[in-house]
């Protein structure tokens, strides 16, 4: 029987990814906008890159 992942195992391959090079940071969610991770700048749901910073996900 299997179970659905679990926050714990989202973690564990973000960092066995992050261990070997991988970029694993993504937009944040405040309300309706993204939040860049890097500068905290809010943007569009739409939004690709961070107008602030340059920011944007791998």
Do not use: I
Not at 14 to 35: A, C, I, M, P, V
Not at 41 to 54: E, I, K, M, Q, W
Request: glycine share 8%; net charge negative; aromatic share 6%.
């Amino acid at each position: 029987m299997s179970s659905a992942p679990t926050p714990d195992d989202d973690s564990l391959l973000d960092e066995f990814l992050e261990d070997r090079g991988h970029d694993t940071q993504t937009w944040e969610e405040s309300y309706n906008k993204k939040q860049c991770p890097e500068c905290g700048g809010l943007h569009d749901g739409n939004a690709r890159t961070c107008t602030v910073c340059g920011w944007s996900p791998a």
